[in-house]
Nanobody
Framework: EVQLVESGGGLVQPGGSLRLSCVAS????????MSWARQAPGKGLEWVSN????????AYADSVKGRFTISRDNTKNTLYLQLNSLKTEDTAMYYC???????????RGQGTQVTVSS
C-alpha cells in the first residue's frame, strides 16, 4: 500500500521559515518523480514544485521560486520542502504526491498545515 506522510507544518510569522518532510512507503521511491502541492482555503489544488528521481530536474511555480527549495533523500525515502521568506498567501495545506500533481494516478498524503500570520 502506498503511503505518504507529511509533517513539519505549523504557525509562522511572515518572513519566517519551515521545513516540510514527506516520508514515503509502499513503492520504489527512488524511481518516482515527486511533487509538492498546496491548497488554500476555498481554492483549488496548486502545484508548487517537483523533482525527478535523479535530482537533475527541479521545477517551481513562479509564486514560490527563489523562496522554496525542494530536495529528496532516496536512502531515507523522504521528500523535503524548505520554505523561506514566507508570506501570508503561502497559508495552505501542503501535500506531497508520487508523480505529477494533476495526474489522477498519483497518490497524495494527508497533508500538513502551514499558516503564515502575524
Amino acid at each position: 500500500e502506498v503511503q505518504l506522510v507529511e509533517s513539519g507544518g505549523g504557525l509562522v510569522q511572515p518572513g519566517g521559515s519551515l521545513r516540510l518532510s514527506c516520508v514515503a512507503s509502499g513503492f520504489t521511491f527512488s524511481s518516482y518523480i515527486m511533487s509538492w502541492a498546496r491548497q488554500a482555503p476555498g481554492k483549488g489544488l496548486e502545484w508548487v514544485s517537483n523533482i525527478n528521481s535523479g535530482v537533475d530536474y527541479i521545477a517551481y511555480a513562479d509564486s514560490v521560486k527563489g523562496r522554496f527549495t525542494i530536495s529528496r533523500d532516496n536512502t531515507k525515502n523522504t521528500l523535503y520542502l524548505q520554505l523561506n521568506s514566507l508570506k501570508t498567501e503561502d497559508t495552505a495545506m501542503y501535500y506531497c504526491t508520487n508523480g505529477p500533481v494533476y495526474d489522477p494516478a498519483s497518490a497524495r498524503g494527508q497533508g500538513t498545515q502551514v499558516t503564515v500570520s502575524s
